[in-house]
């Protein structure tokens, strides 16, 4: 019986690799093996010139200039000169070419705001209508601290004028000298005196609950600010990290992707969880209160929590154990990875194309009573024409993958196909081989061509039409996505429990920033796996309904 099968199969197989048309197609995403993980590797490297953003900050700086030509007044003298700092600003981003995500920005930036300081001092020092510049209200210093500056003595303005020159002309040397270690130095220095002064606060607000053990409004602030103490000795701990092992700031550097990965977990970690009330009025920080109940947002503020945790965790495990994750590194396995899903979904197409009329051509041609006529049963022939379409489907994937990780080894080293991915499984870290983890991600994702090829094989077996079989497959899988995040974002849930959001997982992959929006902002959390066992159900289901109509049915044609 079994070789009955396999030589039907064979034969349907011989079949559609005598089209054509199917062949190219199939080449073709083959090919795309070889093609994808180079222009992935391309895209990865951002060749755009970093000082466009510059050029055109000059640009603005001039013209801002230009229209403080013929100035009067001393407030328009002073606009001049932080116009001019302005464009001395861009001018040394330009020429050390800094784009707005380098570790110099932020010293530039300190430099650029020290430097309106020292203007606005020197306006000061020369005798300037003070009343005058604390009305102008700039844009560059608050009224407030230009305020506090009118109340120093001579001397004390002295003082201050001369400590922001020396900050600023070690900020200076720091970006000549691209000194991210002093950088560091003076980032920790920073976040200790914040430490210190936030212990302080926690001292005096404790002393204060001595006298007023009952004030709710003091024991809130206590606990607010000991969660900011404990959120910035965090970040201290990062920073002396960084400084101790000598990481750099550069955007090719995995641990220093990973670093900042760290801090800004830990700085979400740090959101505070609002009350009934406060949510009640207002929401909570990124969501709004009309979009999830009380009860959905301390079941999502929990599940992120522990979501962040886990992330920290493996941040720092793979600090520690020198194992580069995915998204922090461009290599072998990062190239396989963002393309893989690109030949599913291709694949999948095709498959709505061939699987569109394995049946439904045999009605159209008259040939399906010469099948039956055959001393072989009807499931049989059936079940030959099904399981020809899952092996080109995952022939074809398989054999894409593989040219692709040939391809990208290659191109990035073969020996980053050894290294392990971290993963957080039942709540332990631990390190899955790559074979075996893309392997995992390509069956889960699979799940849609399951369920794909049962729709296409029951329209065109039962329908015995090619058109609508295709056109419903096709419809139905592109759609899924979309649908899936206008229902999200329009605050549907019931989404969550119908196959719709699990038919093209791997759009689900490609576009999982949108799906961690729908989860933090709407409290809509997808489940692949069930999603995938979903289908898996109603794809047997489908089948089972197309062989056993397929059985009985009176066949005319």
Same mark, same amino acid.
């Given at each position: 019986m079994i070789g009955r099968i396999l030589s039907l199969t064979y034969n349907e197989l011989l079949k559609q690799f005598k089209k054509i048309? #199917?062949?190219?197609?199939?080449?073709? /995403?083959?090919?795309?093996?070889?093609?994808?993980?180079?222009?992935?590797?391309?895209?990865?490297?951002?060749?755009?010139?970093?000082?466009?953003?510059?050029?055109?900050? !000059?640009?603005?700086?001039?013209?801002?200039?230009?229209?403080?030509?013929?100035?009067?007044?001393?407030?328009? =003298?002073?606009?001049?000169?932080?116009?001019?700092?302005?464009? $001395?600003?861009?001018?040394?981003?330009?020429?050390?070419?800094?784009?707005?995500k380098d570790w110099r920005n932020d010293v530039l930036e300190g430099y650029e705001l020290n430097a309106y300081r020292i203007a606005i001092l020197n306006k000061i020092l020369n005798n300037v209508n003070k009343k005058s510049l604390v009305d102008?209200?700039?844009? $560059?210093?608050?009224?407030?601290?230009?305020?506090?500056? #009118? +109340?120093?003595?001579?001397?004390?303005l002295n003082k201050k004028l001369n400590e922001l020159v020396k900050i600023n002309e070690d900020k200076k040397n720091i970006v000549k000298n691209n000194d991210y270690m002093k950088y560091l130095s003076d980032l920790i220095k920073h976040q200790e005196d914040i430490l210190a002064l936030q212990k302080e606060q926690i001292e005096r607000t404790q002393e204060k609950?001595?006298?007023?053990?009952?004030?709710? &409004?003091?024991? /809130?602030?206590?606990?607010?600010? =000991?969660?900011?103490?404990?959120? +910035? $000795?965090? %970040?201290?701990?990062?920073?002396?990290?960084?400084?101790?092992?000598? !990481?750099?700031?550069?955007?090719?550097?995995?641990?220093n992707k990973t670093l900042k990965d760290i801090e800004q977990c830990e700085m979400d970690l740090g959101i505070h969880f609002v009350s009934e009330e406060q949510f009640n009025k207002g929401g909570a920080p990124g969501i709004q209160s009309d979009r999830m109940n009380y009860e959905e947002y301390k079941?999502?503020?929990?599940?992120?929590?522990?979501?962040?945790? $886990?992330? !920290?965790d493996r941040d720092w495990y793979s600090l520690n154990n020198n194992i580069p994750q995915l998204e922090f590194i461009t290599d072998a396995r990062t190239l396989v990875n963002s393309t893989y899903n690109i030949f599913v979904i291709l694949t999948i197409l095709l498959l709505i194309i061939i699987g569109g009329g394995v049946v439904a051509s045999e009605f159209s041609k008259g040939t399906i009573r010469l099948l039956i006529i055959r001393p072989v049963a009807r499931w049989k022939i059936l079940?030959?024409?099904?399981?020809?379409?899952? %092996?080109?489907?995952?022939?074809? #994937? !398989?054999?894409?993958v593989?040219? &692709?990780? /040939? +391809?990208?080894g290659f191109i990035l080293g073969l020996n980053s196909l050894q290294t392990a991915v971290v993963k957080t499984i039942g709540g332990k870290i631990v390190e899955v081989p790559y074979v075996q983890y893309i392997l995992t991600e390509i069956l889960m994702s699979s799940a849609s061509v399951l369920f794909i090829i049962s729709v296409v094989f029951m329209i065109s077996t039962l329908a015995k039409s090619t058109a609508l079989a295709v056109?419903? &497959?096709? #419809?139905?899988?592109? %759609?899924?996505?979309?649908?899936?995040?206008?229902?999200?974002f329009s605050n549907e849930k019931w989404i969550v429990n119908t196959i719709i959001p699990y038919i093209n997982q791997s759009m689900i992959n490609i576009m999982h920033g949108f799906i961690e929006m729908l989860q933090r902002e709407n409290g809509i959390v997808l489940n692949n796996n069930l999603g995938s066992i979903q289908l898996v159900i109603v794809s047997i289901i489908m089948l089972i309904i197309t062989f056993l109509i397929f059985q009985r049915k009176d066949i005319k044609n």
């Open positions: 048309s #199917i062949t190219v197609i199939i080449a073709f /995403i083959i090919f795309l093996g070889i093609l994808l993980p180079v222009i992935a590797q391309k895209l990865s490297v951002n060749n755009k010139d970093i000082n466009d953003r510059n050029i055109v900050g !000059i640009k603005n700086a001039e013209i801002k200039i230009d229209s403080f030509k013929n100035v009067t007044t001393n407030v328009e =003298k002073l606009q001049l000169e932080f116009a001019l700092i302005d464009k $001395e600003y861009w001018q040394f981003m330009k020429d050390n070419n800094i784009g707005y102008a209200k700039f844009f $560059e210093v608050s009224s407030e601290e230009i305020q506090e500056y #009118i +109340t120093l003595s001579k001397e004390e609950l001595k006298v007023k053990a009952d004030d709710e &409004s003091l024991k /809130i602030n206590l606990e607010s600010l =000991k969660n900011n103490s404990i959120s +910035t $000795e965090k %970040i201290l701990s990062i920073y002396k990290y960084r400084y101790n092992n000598k !990481i750099d700031f550069k955007e090719n550097n995995w641990k079941e999502i503020y929990n599940k992120n929590k522990i979501d962040l945790q $886990e992330k !920290i079940l030959s024409k099904l399981l020809s379409l899952f %092996i080109i489907a995952y022939g074809t #994937i !398989i054999v894409s593989i040219i &692709s990780m /040939i +391809t990208s056109s419903i &497959s096709t #419809i139905l899988y592109l %759609i899924a996505m979309p649908l899936t995040l206008i229902l999200g």
